[in-house]
């Protein structure tokens, strides 16, 4: 079961930012996901239907298949040329100093 300490803990590792209001929003979120992924874990294997032959659909996906597109420098001098043939993008913090 998930506590508050253990959501202060993912959310500094992933520098997010929580409210104190939310903290009891994310662990009724985080317990309700951990729930959903230990009865997935809890299915045997047996129990599971040959999943290829699901509404008669062999292949769903299509061949990739090459396309003109857009020419790189004309993209890029939108962008003042970029740099080394890539979009250069500042990282920029919000106002409580995360991304």
Known sequence: MVKR???LKIAKLAMLYIEEEEIESW????????????TIKSVEDD?????DDISNIVNAFHEDEVVKSLDRELVLKSRDGGEDGYFIIKRERNNRGYL
């Open 5 to 7: 300490d253990d959501v």
């Open 27 to 38: 662990i009724f979120d985080m317990n309700k996901l951990i729930g959903f992924a230990d």
């Open 47 to 51: 129990e599971l239907e040959d999943f």
